[in-house]
């Protein structure tokens, strides 16, 4: 298994509008490199674009627990939990991603979206 080839068809499937397709090509590089925090955020946007959302869920969940830090990965995972409508759990992670990097509108429309959706809208 040639890991650096598959990764880069996975990229061009992503960017061609094949997150589904990208994923399955994603996911037995994740298997091998669990540590590759790169291949894992572009597999856990391959699942949210696709809507398999639990499974974005799940990797977003592995790469905040293991960077804190990860200003994107929080901002992915509480769009997720968005998508499926847990606002309250969504609002935590969009706040950090937010605070991180306030300057980023994504971040804070996003934000102030959730925040409306629980009753916080200003």
Do not use: C, K, W
Request: without cysteine; aromatic residues 6%.
């Amino acid at each position: 298994m040639d890991l650096l080839a598959d990764y880069r068809r996975a990229t061009m499937f992503f960017e061609a509008g094949d997150p589904t397709g990208a994923a399955r090509l994603l996911e037995p590089i994740v298997e091998a490199e669990p540590g590759n925090s790169s291949v894992r955020q572009l597999l856990a946007r391959a699942y949210f674009q696709s809507a398999q959302l639990n499974r974005a869920e799940e990797q977003l969940r592995e790469l905040v627990d293991r960077d804190p830090s990860d200003h994107y990965a929080h901002h992915v995972l509480g769009r997720t939990l968005e998508r499926m409508n847990r606002h309250a759990d969504a609002l935590r992670h969009l706040r950090i991603a937010a605070a991180m990097y306030s300057t980023n509108d994504d971040y804070t429309t996003a934000l102030r979206r959730v925040e409306t959706r629980v009753g916080l809208g200003r």
